[in-house]
């Protein structure tokens, strides 16, 4: 018996969708943070001297976003109705 019905499952994974939207926002906003950080302080962050926080901030948030979007995505698929003919 699933725990929750079609329409929580929606709910679920709008909001879940949304939540990803505002992580990829966040990430992009990371990203141009990161890119001015490393156009000022070329001499501390940038590909000869590693990277600092705000790239891997960017990086964590991109890959949660992602990792979001495809939970709340596979909410939406359509389960499989149990004792339904095949």
Do not use: Y
């Not at 070329?42 to 990792?67: Q, T």
């Amino acid at each position: 018996m699933p725990i929750t019905d079609d329409q929580e499952r929606k709910i679920l994974a709008g909001g879940l969708l949304v939540l990803a939207c505002s992580l990829g926002l966040l990430a992009s906003a990371l990203a141009v943070a990161a890119l001015d950080h490393m156009a000022i302080s070329a001499g501390l962050c940038g590909p000869m001297s590693g990277h600092c926080a705000a790239c891997f901030g960017a990086i964590a948030c991109l890959a949660a976003a992602l990792g979001t979007a495809a939970a709340g995505l596979s909410m939406l698929r359509a389960r499989p109705v149990c004792g339904a003919a095949a």
